[in-house]
Nanobody, 114 residues
Framework: QVQLVESGGGLVQAGGSLRLSCVASRTIASINAMGWYRQAPGKQRELVAD???????RYGESVKGRFTISRDNAKNTMYLQMNSLKPDDTAVYYC????????WGQGTQVTVSS
């Protein structure tokens, strides 16, 4: 069983930055996609960013130009660099990896104060 562990969340003022990390407990073979979703209170979970197997990155409309997704295969780690944060970015952020199975992390809280 693979575990994904997120870290890097916290409280930040609007305009600030955070970098989230998602570490897998072991190497995952045949990854089709990996990325980040978020869920704010009372809202549906939404795509933040992901990396597809063809090498393309996708970003949610609300984070384009501010967030950057990346990965370090040697460390089994995925990152989400979040700049110019806004109060609307406040949510629990979840990482996922999809191979033959779908794995989710437990989530990390990001709170942006105005």
């Amino acid at each position: 069983q693979v575990q994904l562990v997120e870290s890097g969340g916290g409280l930040v003022q609007a305009g600030g930055s955070l970098r989230l990390s998602c570490v897998a407990s072991r190497t995952i073979a045949s990854i089709n996609a990996m990325g980040w979703y978020r869920q704010a209170p009372g809202k549906q979970r939404e795509l933040v960013a992901d990396i597809l197997s063809g090498g393309n990155n996708r970003y949610g409309e609300s984070v384009k130009g501010r967030f950057t997704i990346s990965r370090d295969n040697a460390k089994n780690t995925m990152y989400l660099q979040m700049n110019s944060l806004k109060p609307d970015d406040t949510a629990v952020y979840y990482c996922y990896v999809r191979s033959a199975y779908l794995f989710w992390g437990q989530g990390t809280q990001v709170t942006v104060s105005s």
